[in-house]
């Protein structure tokens, strides 16, 4: 089991970066593939980034692809968003989500069983 709490979400201007932050609990953090999903007002949750357990392969959404890179430190039990160029189309609630059961397509949200509750983006145009 693990428990992700998500944070570094705020108010941006159109063209400027955030970086977030989930933290897992759990002794096993190394074993879990992560990934970032985010959901727009009045819209579907959709994928943004994934990384493998030992982030040597990562996959991305075509829309955030090239601004967008997802990272994690395993030592810290730790996962990252870094976000460039935000645009206001990016403004959505990010959620943080793992699973150990390697499933594909890493961008498939019902392959992932652990969410965070969310952290908030907004990107002022």
């Known amino acids: 089991q693990v428990q992700l709490v998500e944070s570094g979400g705020g108010l941006v201007q159109t063209g400027g970066s955030l970086r977030l932050s989930c933290a897992a609990s759990g002794r096993t953090f190394s074993s879990y593939r992560m990934g970032w999903f985010r959901q727009p007002p009045g819209k579907e949750r959709e994928f943004v980034a994934a990384?493998?357990?030992?982030?040597?392969?990562?996959s991305y959404a075509n829309s955030v692809k090239g601004r967008f890179t997802i990272s994690r430190d395993n030592a810290q039990k730790l996962v990252y968003l870094q976000m460039n160029t935000l645009k206001p189309e990016d403004t959505a609630n990010y959620y943080c989500a793992a699973t150990n059961r390697y499933n594909n397509p890493m961008a498939l949200a019902t392959n992932y069983d652990y969410w965070g509750q969310g952290t908030q983006v907004t990107v002022s145009s």
């Open positions: 990384i493998t357990p030992t982030g040597t392969v990562t």
